[in-house]
């Protein structure tokens, strides 16, 4: 058995603490990893390699959680923002587990805001939204339950409309051409595109 003979705060982070065993320094650890720990405490070697465990689960789940504090992430970003910063597969494993259990991941969850937000802010066609949801890592089939139903005309129609204005001084074929780009690049599909970019020619001429 080893005996915590001290244990002192960290100059650059006092909620860190040096420990001290059997005179000699031994590791660092998150006062919330083990409270409880005291001076004359007895550590077996097997307790001790838990503790310092324990220790990288938590600074990986802090991190995990300052990387959400700034968007939802998706399982897939979470993972490879731990792997840059070099935490083993073992822990990320234990963290994103530990994020599931606090209802801080759920890839479904995810895909829904993330359509939701699309759909608000940046219009997107199907076939976008299927590309960028795949590259966070979410399934295929979270994405075709989540994108079921997408009324993809009136999406199309919604972008067309917000550009029009900068097209509509341009001649039918060129406002069809710059239209017909516009809303290609947003992943709308072709019979799609056709009949919001002739709807909203017709609005457009209308209202003249």
């Not at 720990?37 to 007895?42: I, P, R, T």
């Not at 234990?94 to 699309?118: C, G, H, P, T, Y």
């Not at 051409?177 to 609005?203: C, H």
Request: aromatic share 8%.
């Amino acid at each position: 058995m080893l005996t915590v003979t001290k244990l002192e705060p960290q100059k650059k982070n006092p909620q860190r603490l040096n420990v001290y065993l059997d005179g000699d320094f031994a590791f660092g650890i998150s006062r919330a990893v083990a409270p409880w720990l005291s001076e004359g405490d007895q550590l077996s070697p097997q307790k001790v390699q838990d503790l310092k465990k324990s220790d990288l689960i938590e600074s990986a789940y802090q991190r995990a959680l300052n990387f959400l504090s700034y968007r939802g992430r998706s399982k897939r970003e979470i993972r490879q923002n731990l792997i840059k910063h070099q935490i083993p597969e073992e822990i990320i494993l234990e963290v994103l587990d530990k994020l599931r259990q606090a209802s801080l991941v759920d890839d479904r969850i995810f895909a829904r805001n993330w359509i939701e937000n699309r759909i608000q802010f940046k219009p997107r066609g199907k076939r976008a939204l299927e590309m960028e949801l795949a590259r966070k890592g979410i399934t295929r089939e979270i994405i075709n339950e989540e994108l079921e139903g997408l009324d993809e005309s009136a999406l199309a129609l919604h972008c067309a409309r917000k550009k029009a204005l900068r097209f509509q001084h341009l001649d039918q074929e060129s406002f069809q051409k710059k239209m017909s780009g516009y809303l290609n690049r947003r992943g709308f599909p072709y019979q799609i595109i056709q009949d919001t970019i002739l709807e909203i020619w017709q609005e457009i001429h209308q209202a003249s």
